[in-house]
């Protein structure tokens, strides 16, 4: 069944080819009430720690596969994968390369960075989508979105070749905005020997566009970065709360305060293993 899935949804994508930081702002995470992916999609992932899920945060019911994390992550209710999903990430969150493809050096695993619902919100009309990728033999890779109908509604070619490490594929200015209140899947899949097929590793998720809170438009004005991913954290939006922290610690590797903040979050939804990979440029 996962194997049909698999070929199916990559079938599909082939033929479309401030320098400190009060403790009053740490970053945290905390979903919206009402937070809930479509109830018959397919696929899905998720994690959570600074991010903290709500009540009723759960994984497909009837779903295969899946991960799930959680620390400052409190999932608010409701915020649910498809109930009556299949396919999705592995346990944890990952697809694993098969050893002749990968390069050497790092772990052979595909993680997107979600939270424990493999589902997550925005405030922004092109967002972006955040992917650890390991050290492997490809040049390309293929990001792919679409409705929860099936339909594509963006898709673009990604240059990874010696990139490893955390990504951030910023949809371009070009990209439809996304519609408020609607859900859609991505997936991003490595182009392994330059071709797209059954076995070609991928990772996916679900992001949903909301409209802002009076209390979070009037933070986002803020010039603070640290102070922005902190409101956009307790509003519950992972998308641009995790986004505006990787943009913080590229600009400023080495401060302490930053490379903290960073490595709790990542640690709050279970991926503490990569709190510490290079972020790299996505060239996309």
């Known amino acids: 069944m996962k194997r049909r899935y698999l070929t199916s949804a990559l079938s599909m994508i082939a033929l479309i080819a401030s320098s400190t930081w009060a403790s009053a702002y740490a970053v945290t995470f905390t979903p919206p009430v009402k937070n809930g992916a479509p109830s018959q999609a397919t696929g899905g992932a998720s994690r959570g720690n600074l991010f903290t899920p709500s009540k ?33 990430a592995s346990r944890v969150g990952t697809y694993y390369l098969n050893s002749s493809t990968v390069a ?28 650890y990728l390991p050290a492997s033999n490809a040049q390309e890779a293929v990001f792919s979105l679409k409705d929860e109908a099936g339909n594509i509604h963006y898709q673009m070619t990604i240059p990874v070749a010696l990139k490893a490490g955390v990504i951030a594929v910023k949809l371009p200015d070009d990209a439809p905005a996304l519609a408020v209140g609607k859900n859609y899947q991505w997936f991003l899949a490595l182009k392994v020997n330059g071709t797209l097929g059954p076995s070609t590793p991928y990772v996916d998720g679900w992001i949903q566009r909301i409209q802002p809170t009076a209390e979070l438009a009037t933070a986002m004005q803020q010039k603070d970065g640290l102070k922005q991913a902190a409101a956009f954290g307790k509003n519950g939006v992972w998308y641009d709360c995790v986004a505006t922290m990787a943009v913080l610690h590229t600009a400023q590797p080495k401060n302490a305060a930053i490379i903290n903040q960073w490595e709790e979050l990542l640690s709050s939804v279970s991926l503490k293993d990569i709190a510490t990979v290079p972020l790299v440029a996505s060239g996309n």
Request: net charge positive; glycine share 14%.
């Open 56 to 88: 009723d945060n759960s994984a497909p019911r009837q779903a295969t596969g899946g991960a799930s994390r959680g620390n400052l992550f409190t999932p608010s209710k409701d915020n649910s994968s498809p109930r009556q999903a299949s396919g999705g």
């Open 104 to 131: 050497a050096g790092g772990p052979a695993a595909l993680i997107a960075l979600l939270p424990q619902s493999f589902y997550g919100t925005t405030v922004s009309e092109r967002p972006t989508i955040l992917v």
